[in-house]
T-cell receptor, first 111, second 113 residues
Framework: GQNIDQPTEMTATEGAIVQINCTYQTSGFNGLFWYQQHAGEAPTFLSY????GLEEKGRFSSFLSRSKGYSYLLLKELQMKDSASYLC????????????FGTGTQLKVEL | DADVTQTPRNRITKTGKRIMLECSQTKGHDRMYWYRQDPGLGLRLIYY???????NKGEISDGYSVSRQAQAKFSLSLESAIPNQTALYFC????????????FGPGTRLTVL
């Protein structure tokens, strides 16, 4: 079976940096996605990694280590609007573009 | 205008009723997906389609059926709704080139009494 683990909840302070980890054990790997989801809304795409290393996009960065089955999402200069759930998803090989999602990490940004 | 739309946005129904959820997209994508989201369980794939008339089962297809009669539309049906199908349902689309990230519709909140 497929297993993707993320912390359930995290709390951080406005202006700070937070790292959200994701570990995966899947039968095949063809990329890892991070999505942001505000309460009651649709998930929106944040980042994609398929090779090892860091991908930076503004205040958001994502890192991947395929040998360790590990990724993290780094959010810098936190803002109140960053309070949301962050979903890690793995695309498997051989299955088209199917994604397997983790249960998400609920991030709360406080003053 | 939204690229991926879902109707209805909210629906309350009774056990045993037949329900259809509609998804439309203007992105020109060939791939479409239906997910359900439950607290603590994350997003789970119900069905997906790579082209018109192409239908593939996902992780949790039992109790559901889909139809893809046009590239822009993908409908999900619950033939006989049961209370444990109460969930938030999302439709998504993706292209077949590049990163292939999935774009999600706004969701349909379904309650089965």
């Amino acid at each position: 079976g497929q297993n993707i683990d993320q912390p359930t909840e995290m709390t951080a302070t406005e202006g700070a940096i937070v790292q959200i980890n994701c570990t995966y054990q899947t039968s095949g790997f063809n990329g890892l996605f991070w999505y942001q989801q505000h309460a009651g809304e649709a998930p929106t795409f944040l980042s994609y990694n398929v090779l090892d290393g860091l991908e930076e996009k503004g205040r958001f960065s994502s890192f991947l280590s395929r040998s360790k089955g590990y990724s993290y999402l780094l959010l810098k200069e936190l803002q109140m609007k960053d309070s949301a759930s962050y979903l890690c998803a793995v695309r498997l090989t051989g299955g088209g573009n199917k994604l397997t999602f983790g249960t998400g990490t609920q991030l709360k940004v406080e003053l | 205008d939204a690229d991926v739309t879902q109707t209805p946005r909210n629906r309350i129904t009774k056990t045993g009723k037949r329900i259809m959820l509609e998804c439309s997209q203007t992105k020109g994508h060939d791939r479409m997906y239906w997910y359900r989201q439950d607290p603590g369980l994350g997003l789970r794939l119900i069905y997906y389609s790579f082209d018109v008339k192409d239908i593939n089962k996902g992780e949790i297809s039992d109790g559901y059926s889909v139809s893809r009669q046009a590239q822009a539309k993908f409908s999900l049906s619950l033939e006989s709704a049961i209370p444990n199908q109460t969930a938030l349902y999302f439709c998504a689309t993706s292209d077949h080139t590049g990163v292939n990230e999935q774009f999600f519709g706004p969701g349909t909140r379904l309650t089965v009494l």
